[in-house]
């Protein structure tokens, strides 16, 4: 009886037991950009790291998420990564950022 008085007290103080069946959100990484200041590709890769994104990863070439990201931005280039949005985005989704 007193364990489970304990498991019930325990489960409704708002601790998150996973036993409870109540698991804490894990909190979403912020941006390291903010305010006026634009958003590099460095703030993005370090963001979509943090959020464990694919494609902060390096490629299978072996070229990183920096160099992707620059290469992307040059002037001239097919694409370019809307970095605000990707560095406050939170999720890894990149069509959120088209």
Do not use: Q
Request: net charge negative; with cysteine; proline share 8%.
């Amino acid at each position: 009886m007193r364990l489970g008085l304990m498991l019930w007290f325990l489960c409704h103080a708002g601790l998150g037991l996973p036993a409870c069946g109540t698991v804490k959100p894990v909190p979403t990484p912020g941006p390291s950009c903010a305010g006026a200041a634009p958003c590099t590709c460095a703030d993005v890769c370090a963001h979509g790291d943090a959020l464990g994104c694919g494609w902060a990863a390096p490629t299978a070439g072996g070229h990183t998420c920096l160099e992707v990201c620059r290469n992307a931005n040059d002037p001239g280039g097919f694409i370019a990564w809307d970095l605000n949005c990707r560095a406050h985005s939170a999720t890894c989704d990149e069509s959120a950022c088209r």
